[in-house]
T-cell receptor, first 114, second 113 residues
Framework: DTGVSQDPRHKITKRGQNVTFRCDPI?????LYWYRQTLGQGPEFLTYFQNEAQLEKSRLLSDRFSAERPKGSFSTLEIQRTEQGDSAMYLC????????????FGPGTRLTVT | AQSVSQHNHHVILSEAASLELGCNYSYGGTVNLFWYVQYPGQHLQLLLKYFSGDPLVKGIKGFEAEFIKSKFSFNLRKPSVQWSDTAEYFCAVNRNQGGKLIFGQGTELSVKP
């Protein structure tokens, strides 16, 4: 069990560019979550999947954000036309449904938009 | 909307002092409650969780938390802190096991040796 991994760990981009992050969950975990964390705040829910299906998306999430989990394994989070307010830590978590319902978090991707 | 409040933004203690971190939530229905910890440079880890049953739950590293339904609270306690407990602590709630977590803003704990 290698844990949840995220790539890249750090991303610096210019305003207006598109970025994509990847999350690899713990194998056999069927639920995958994305959260965003800004300095001094707790993680804020963005969206989550059960297998390939996107079950919920935050109403606060801009249309510039999209997430996929095409084969029910890894997931990608894309931000189009980045803005300075998108600068944050993007966290991924996974969970094995029907077990102890503990979400295991990855190390996060820190995005800086200049 | 659901919300979680952690009243202490930054707590500073000396080693061996007792710890209590407050957490209140706003949702009136059935909830599941969690405390997560983030040590410097590490990712979020689960300390303990409450789903049902005994309202006093014990977690890892000597931490415990008490669910008081009438007060909508889930405070975290440890009788004697160590320098290695220096970290940020987050309270979280969800309505469905496996559903999204709603986090508080976190409490930074600094333990002086």
């Amino acid at each position: 069990d290698t844990g949840v991994s995220q790539d890249p760990r750090h991303k610096i981009t210019k305003r207006g560019q598109n970025v994509t992050f990847r999350c690899d969950p713990i194998s056999e975990h069927n639920r995958l979550y994305w959260y965003r964390q800004t300095l001094g705040q707790g993680p804020e829910f963005l969206t989550y999947f059960q297998n390939e299906a996107q079950l919920e998306k935050s109403r606060l999430l801009s249309d510039r954000f999209s997430a996929e989990r095409p084969k029910g394994s890894f997931s990608t989070l894309e931000i189009q036309r980045t803005e300075q307010g998108d600068s944050a830590m993007y966290l991924c978590a996974s969970l094995q449904g029907g077990s102890l319902y503990e979400q295991y978090f990855g190390p996060g991707t820190r995005l800086t938009v200049t | 909307a659901q919300s979680v409040s952690q009243h202490n933004h930054h707590v500073i203690l000396s080693e061996a002092a007792s710890l209590e971190l407050g957490c209140n939530y706003s949702y009136g229905g059935t909830v599941n409650l969690f405390w997560y910890v983030q040590y410097p440079g590490q990712h979020l880890q689960l300390l303990l969780k409450y789903f049902s049953g005994d309202p006093l739950v014990k977690g890892i590293k000597g931490f415990e938390a008490e669910f008081i339904k009438s007060k909508f609270s889930f405070n975290l306690r440890k009788p004697s802190v160590q320098w290695s407990d220096t970290a940020e602590y987050f309270c979280a709630v969800n309505r469905n096991q496996g559903g999204k977590l709603i986090f508080g803003q976190g409490t930074e704990l600094s333990v002086k040796p």
